[in-house]
């Protein structure tokens, strides 16, 4: 061993995963609850938040990366669906840019601006099984995408 | 002594010139990165590079395209061109 300091990242998905969940607006309507994989037993409407890039290092401020993460919204009827995707777009923009956020979990971090992409509705093209107001059923679902990218930093 | 500075009448043609190789390796390296992450070998080989004489893009006219990169309901996504744009420079959802 060298001794050098090991600096190893935040894993940034739990912790944007965590902040979404615990609003109170969005606990409100996702009954099946955020995932961050795809669950083998699905309960509708539910969301999926997914990391797509490794943190690119922001070469402004030391610290600071910048992630890139989708939102999947499925289930509900296609009302509902964009809602739910709406209010999560809104809870980002408004809420999570531009703050620290004391994490329960996952300690404290620093949001930078949001960069959201655009809102994509459609239906899927495959039948999933999962429960939805109480009933089990098969069915195509209504499914709301969007993208965006964050800078992220440890908070103190 | 002075000297003056007259800038070139066709600047910007000038400039999208200079910048079209750089671009165009750019565009390869997002391309190759796509297609080995792409999932589904068909939109791993539709992968192409277009350079219109304006702007140099990446794109795919394979049909299940978005279902490799963005998933589904049964399948996470793979985001091969997402992830490959952004390991190439600061990439922007639109």
């Known amino acids: 061993m060298s001794g050098e300091d090991l600096l190893i990242d935040a894993d940034w998905l739990a912790c944007v995963s965590e902040w979404i969940r615990t609003q109170p607006e969005h606990e409100a309507l996702v009954a099946g609850g955020l995932h961050t ?99 089990q059923e098969s069915r195509i679902r209504p499914r709301a995408r969007f993208d965006f990218t964050v800078p992220l930093m440890a908070g103190r | 002594m002075a000297s003056g500075f007259v800038p070139s009448a066709v600047f910007e043609a000038e400039l999208v010139a200079e910048l079209h190789p750089v671009l165009e390796e750019l565009g390869g390296q997002i391309a190759e990165g796509t297609a080995a992450r792409a999932k589904d070998p068909d939109y791993a080989d539709s992968v192409e590079v277009v350079d219109d004489g304006d702007g140099v893009y990446v794109r795919t006219l394979y049909s299940f395209a978005h279902l490799d990169e963005w998933g589904s309901s049964n399948n996470p996504p793979t985001a091969a061109m997402r992830t490959s744009a952004a390991e190439a420079g600061r990439f922007v959802p639109s």
């Open chain 1, 37 to 135: 994989a795809l669950p083998g037993d699905k309960t509708f409407p539910m969301q999926l938040l997914s990391q797509l890039s490794d943190p690119q290092i922001d070469n402004d401020v030391p610290g600071r990366v910048r992630v890139l993460f989708q939102v999947d919204t499925w289930g509900g009827n296609q009302a509902l669906c964009g809602q739910i995707a709406a209010t999560t777009k809104a809870l980002l923009r408004d809420r999570f840019a531009g703050h620290q956020h004391d994490l329960a979990v996952n300690g404290s971090i620093v949001a930078g601006r949001v960069l959201l992409g655009g809102t994509h509705r459609s239906f899927d093209t495959e039948a999933t099984v999962g429960v939805e107001n109480g009933k």
